[in-house]
């Protein structure tokens, strides 16, 4: 599913490798953590593998897909098999609940009562049916992370990236959102977690922690 | 959207603006060339018959010279059709009332082919014999085509300079669009939205807003044209130049040119903030 093969990243504003001579193979279906110390480049992997990086040296394949020669045009295809979270949450503020959860629906193609259905479907998965007609603004944190996850999920997309995706959530909120990345795991996806939070490890069990220090792999187990 | 109302308005006003006064030119050459085309009408030259020819030998020699390539076109006029072509010209004055006798020769008037000068025709003609003299109408017709050709050219430059500042307004409205809705469009690409889908509001809204600035700059020039010849003020020849009814054309050019300012300028406006850095 995703193959990095002695791959290094430079920013080119900046000197010095964020990334140094990775290669690891994530097969589909694994659960797999992403961590590290502050600035190891736990998020440049993450951006590397949707496209919104290039790889400096190295390939890398996504789904089939040499991400170091994909044209511009080709990238949306590969971003719509991709759900992202962020730990900002990246929601369009303004808009509801429902817009937020229905607008990678809408990208795909699906419109009109059908739409609306799936949207809520989603939206009962993740407990914020009710919610629907909110600003997703005026949410607390741990609801926007919620939205976004459903947001990340509505698709139903094979491959999840979430970078911090508990980072500003209390444990309680924290093992909700593991647990939507957990049912999605069950059902099939393939999930990468970026976090330096320990305590997410023992969520996921027989999960695969990669550990990153200063661009470099440092340890690759399994919990 | 909502917000967006207020640039909307400032976008549409312009955009009329910019129509209303690009309509203005387009006015102008239309009319010009409306006048050119009236006055350019009608004979090249005057051949005076001799008072001995009768109707029918007239008319069979404006058939003959109908056959020469230099004419394009002859015509014989008897003396009564003079004097009833003056009598519509000057209408109820009743100038000839009193005549006892038509004091007019027959004629012949004769347009020549373009590019046929009149001494040539003469010298062609001197050697028939049949006309006493030969009269120039209109010395000056052979400019008409220049000034003509001149007036397009104005035309065209000064619309060539509406349409650049039609374009700098509607690249400017839609950066200021996308900016508004910078943050969903990142959010879109990191969706997976094709170029087509992201662009297609904004495509949109530009054509709205061509067609309707198309139609405020149209009733402007309409109303401008139904108003001006009411004021007392207006000069003669200012109403007469005027077409009676904004000519069909106008409001379409108008509408189509901003449709095509607003589709290039929606694709590179949002084409540019699509280039920013991603900021994950
Ligand atoms: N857009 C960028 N431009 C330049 N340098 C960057 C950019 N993004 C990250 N870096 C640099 O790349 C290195 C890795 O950053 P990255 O964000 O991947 O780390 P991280 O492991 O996600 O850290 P954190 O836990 O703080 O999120 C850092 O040195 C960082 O300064
Ligand atoms: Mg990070």
Same mark, same amino acid.
């Given at each position: 599913m995703i193959i990095f093969d002695k791959l290094s990243k430079r920013y080119h504003n900046k000197a010095g490798w964020a990334l140094t001579d990775i290669s690891v193979h994530i097969s589909p279906g694994q659960f797999v953590f992403l961590t590290g110390p502050s600035g190891a480049g736990k998020s440049t992997m993450l951006r590397l593998i949707y496209g919104a990086e290039l790889p400096s040296r190295g390939t890398l394949r996504v789904g089939g897909a040499d991400l170091g020669r994909i044209k511009a045009g080709q990238i949306p295809r590969l971003r719509r098999n991709i759900g992202v979270v962020f730990q900002d949450f990246r929601l369009s503020a303004g808009g509801t609940v429902l817009e937020n959860v229905a607008l990678p629906l809408h990208v795909a193609g699906m419109r009109g009562k059908k739409l609306i259905a799936a949207a809520a479907e989603i939206m009962r998965r993740v407990n914020l049916l009710d919610k629907a007609q909110c600003r997703a603004g005026s949410m607390s944190g741990g609801e926007q992370q919620r939205v976004a996850v459903a947001r990340a999920l509505a698709t139903g997309p094979p491959l999840l990236l979430a970078d911090e995706p508990t980072g500003n959530l209390d444990p309680d909120n924290a093992r909700e959102v593991m647990r939507l990345l957990l049912d999605a795991h069950q059902a099939g996806a393939t999930v990468l977690v970026a976090t330096h939070d320990p305590l997410l490890l023992g969520l996921v069990k027989g999960a695969r922690c990669l550990h990153l220090t200063q661009g470099r792999f440092s340890m690759d187990e399994t919990l | 959207m909502g917000g967006n109302l207020w640039l909307q308005a400032v976008a549409v006003s312009t955009l009329s603006l910019c129509l209303f006064i690009m309509g203005l030119i387009f006015l102008a050459s239309f009319s010009l060339d409306g006048f050119l085309n009236r006055i350019s009408t009608g004979a090249a030259l005057r051949l005076v018959l001799p008072s001995g020819l009768n109707a029918r030998e007239g008319a069979s020699l404006a058939l003959a010279l109908q056959e020469w390539p230099e004419v394009r076109s002859s015509r014989y006029l008897s003396p009564q059709d003079g004097l009833g072509r003056l009598g519509r010209r000057f209408g109820s004055l009743n100038l000839l009332e009193g005549l006892e006798e038509n004091p007019l020769p027959a004629i012949i008037e004769v347009e020549l082919a373009a590019d046929v000068s009149p001494d040539a025709f003469t010298a062609r003609l001197a050697g028939l014999g049949e006309v006493a003299e030969v009269v120039e109408?209109? +010395?000056?017709l052979q400019r008409l085509e220049q000034i003509r050709r001149l007036i397009r050219l104005i035309t065209f430059a000064l619309s060539l300079v509406m349409f650049l500042a039609l374009a700098l307004v509607v690249s400017n409205t839609m950066r200021l669009a996308v900016y508004v809705r910078r943050e969903q469009l990142i959010i879109l690409d990191m969706l997976g939205a094709g170029r087509f889908y992201m662009r297609e509001p904004f495509i949109l809204e530009a054509i709205l807003q061509a067609l309707l600035a198309g139609l405020f700059s149209s009733l402007g020039l309409a109303a401008l044209i139904y108003i001006i010849p009411l004021? +007392?003020?207006?000069p003669l020849w200012l109403s007469a130049a005027l077409p009676l009814g904004l000519p069909w054309e106008i409001p379409l050019y108008l509408t189509a040119i901003n449709v095509l300012a607003g589709l290039a300028g929606s694709w590179l406006g949002v084409s540019r903030i699509l280039r920013l850095p991603d900021v994950a």
């Open positions: - | 109408a209109r +010395p000056w004021l +007392p003020e207006t």
